[in-house]
């Protein structure tokens, strides 16, 4: 563990001395705010929440403030990781498809989280992205899974959709893992104040462990 610790403060140090605008604050995350009608700003929360508890959890310096960037504007590349969430749809421009392409391309991490309704059209606007690519379920072994904590199953089942097991599905820039995606798992819904849900404090802390998952193997690969 003292070994994984040291490596995950080392890749960051080097990530971040890449990235002007987190040089001195820490890891953000940042909101990806796009067009088409879905509610991509909802449950602010989630994202300080789930700093904080990696700042409790981890030796990674980070700075647990909600922001968002507009997918069209320049903004994006300030930042390695952005997420993606929401209810209905989203559509992406030809120039906003290419901005995501050079993002990944130049090393950005994006998760997407289904808050329910947003699979198919995430499916569709993410072929334009990624036009030789469907996104492919990633096995319980995948390392995303056990970067420092351990899932052996995969996504957890924090909230009930539609009574369909969670599964966790990928996009890829060579052999990187450039997109991760969640479905019928979403773990940002127990990012979130404990109020807004009333999830039990065992399936927030799950929900919390899972996205510390996904951003150290993010920062790791």
């Not at 819904?189 to 927030?204: I, L, P």
Request: proline share 5%.
């Amino acid at each position: 563990m003292k070994m994984q610790i040291i490596k995950i403060s080392i890749m960051f140090f080097l990530i971040c001395t890449t990235i002007q605008a987190q040089t001195k604050s820490g890891f953000q995350i940042a909101r990806l705010k796009y067009s088409g009608g879905g509610d991509w700003y909802n449950d602010p929360s989630a994202e300080v929440n789930l700093l904080d508890f990696m700042k409790r959890e981890t030796t990674i310096k980070v700075n647990p403030e909600y922001v968002f960037v507009d997918v069209s504007s320049n903004d994006i590349f300030n930042y390695p990781f952005l997420f993606i969430t929401g209810h209905g749809n989203i559509v992406l421009s030809e120039t906003e498809v290419e901005r995501l392409k050079k993002y990944v391309e130049q090393g950005g991490f994006i998760y997407i989280d289904d808050d329910y309704g947003i699979d198919k059209p995430i499916r569709r606007e993410f072929k334009k992205v990624f036009p030789n690519q469907d996104f492919v379920e990633l096995p319980f072994n995948h390392n995303i899974y056990h970067s420092f904590y351990d899932f052996k199953y995969g996504p957890p089942k924090i909230h009930e959709h539609n009574n369909k097991p969670p599964q966790g599905f990928g996009l890829f820039v060579g052999k990187r893992l450039a997109v991760y995606y969640t479905f019928e798992s979403n773990p940002s819904d127990g990012w979130v104040d404990k109020e807004v849900y009333n999830d039990s404090e065992e399936k927030r802390l799950e929900a919390l462990k899972f996205g510390t998952n996904i951003i150290i193997y993010s920062l790791t690969n």
